[in-house]
């Protein structure tokens, strides 16, 4: 019989095997209110110090065991910069907001002159751009042994480290080399990429040595895979990573099958065997005969946009060039926001610029997307004004107007909390074009001249300067 979904977990069940205390440590105001957080994934269980004594150890267990996820989670690195893959509940997002963003590793290899490589490292571990308010980055570096020669392997591991202090894959089937490259960075816990059934003991041994997690390779094998796994778990290893093989170009679905049948067998079937986290290498698409390395990164980019949606848990990429790597890092974002909860931003009033008392006053909808496009629109038009942000649940101009979370009565409690009439002599106000219907009774409720701006964001340089300031009435 399968396991439970989380889904299917009652705070009720949970409650019961909690020492029921209510003392509020956890710093919720008693068990009922932690247990539905514990269900909901938005706490974990250590945050409760009564189930750390030895009295509550049989009920923690329980616990521990109810709450865990079909697919194991597995840490790589160390300290702040470490990553958690897997830790997966459900196939579908709607199902249960997906946690543990896909980890993405950039390759380096040994075969690299040590100042190109520490360039590469340096643009890796600088690499950021802000979308919509948060800072997309790379997670990982992966270091590959494509020279088979020990000593280069970790010489380059060790410049790797002297360079930035992400998280590591080291890359070999070799284990003479990996050796190498642990005798470097085994403090830093990196994931050996891989163990297949011509090494599978060397390589356990060295993941219990160095105490790492490993990677399991068969390509396009998944009774092979679910053997190894099995083996390695009688050896004693826990922390398993599956590698599936990537095929890009016209092995793509073979890929996506072999993915989405692990995904659904631990979780559909509670396949322990299968229920780790999955490695993808869209990197594969630089392997073939294909010499355009343009074309090269075009595949890799849409091979790892389809992996993350079926169903990686960490992908080893080769291409750094904005263009390929940020779609990737785009739909990472998307698919691991919370469907529940739009991405906002907070309420309130924003200067830009220099504005004086006569500068415009404009108004929008608290939704991410929304907001940073506006604020892009109103500096790239060099404005001095304030903008006024409403809540509106996190929804977009005409959504939330559709909706009637942005009302004339939300608009005029908006101006009111964000004290712009103490900042400006004027009462006019721009509202978005989505929003012209509301002119009218924004007027009416708030008391100021209401005027109908551009429909999008982009028009309002154009506008201010024609209309601003405004005539009489």
């Given amino acids: 019989m399968a396991k439970r979904s989380i889904t299917e977990t009652s705070p009720i069940e949970v409650y019961r095997l909690l020492p029921r205390t209510n003392c509020a440590e956890c710093g919720e105001p008693n068990c009922m209110a932690f247990a539905t957080r514990l269900v909901n994934r938005e706490l974990a269980l250590e945050v409760c110090p009564p189930l750390a ?51 993405c590793a950039i390759a380096v290899d040994d075969a690299t002159p040590s100042d190109l490589l520490r360039e590469r490292v340096r643009t890796v571990a600088d690499f950021s751009y802000n979308y919509i308010g948060r800072d997309l980055r790379v ?221 415009p006053v404009l108004i929008t909808a608290n939704y991410a997307l929304t907001y940073f496009t506006v604020e892009s629109d109103i500096k790239a038009a060099n404005l001095s004004c304030y903008l006024v942000v409403a809540e509106t649940g996190g929804l977009s101009v005409e959504s939330a107007v559709a909706g009637r979370y942005f009302s004339a009565a939300g608009i005029a409690e908006a101006l009111t909390a964000s004290g712009i009439a103490d900042r400006v002599d004027h009462r006019v106000l721009v509202i978005p074009g989505l929003a012209a219907r509301l002119s009218g009774e924004a007027a009416e409720a708030t008391g100021w001249r209401v005027l109908v701006g551009p429909k999008d964001s982009s028009g309002l340089g154009p506008y201010l300067k024609e209309r601003w300031p405004p005539g009489p009435a």
């Fill in 53 to 103: 004594r030895p009295e509550y150890a049989e009920a923690a267990a329980a616990l521990e065991a109810l709450l865990a996820p079909p697919v194991r989670a597995v840490r790589i690195g160390e300290g702040e910069h470490a990553v958690t893959v897997g830790g997966k509940y459900v196939v579908q997002r709607h199902e249960f907001t997906y946690h543990n963003p896909t980890a």
């Fill in 139 to 359: 997670d990982a570096i992966a270091v590959r042994s494509t020279t088979g020669d020990p000593g280069r392997f970790r010489a380059a591991v060790e410049a790797v480290m002297g360079e930035c202090e992400l998280p590591l894959l080291l890359c070999s089937l070799d284990p003479a080399v990996l050796r190498a490259g642990l005798e470097a960075a085994g403090a830093r816990r990196p994931l050996l990429h891989a163990a297949d059934r011509t090494n599978w003991r060397e390589m356990a041994g060295l993941a219990l040595e160095f105490g790492c997690p490993l990677a399991v390779a068969a390509p396009d094998d998944l009774a092979g895979l679910r053997s190894l796994a099995r083996t390695l778990q009688a050896w004693g290893v826990e922390d398993l990573v599956l590698d599936p093989g990537t095929f890009p170009g016209p092995g793509l679905a073979r890929t996506l099958r072999n993915f989405a049948r692990c995904r659904h067998a631990a979780i559909r079937t509670d396949d322990a065997l299968l229920g780790y986290p999955l490695l993808g290498a869209p990197i594969a698409a630089f392997a073939g005969e294909e010499l355009d390395p343009v074309r090269c990164a075009f595949d890799e980019a849409v091979t790892a946009s389809a992996l993350l949606s079926r169903y990686a848990d960490l992908l080893v990429l080769q291409g750094t060039a904005g263009w390929s790597l940020l779609p990737t890092l785009f739909w990472r974002f998307n698919l691991y926001t919370d469907p529940r909860k739009p991405v906002a931003v907070e309420a309130g009033l924003r200067e830009f610029g220099a504005p004086d008392r006569n500068a």
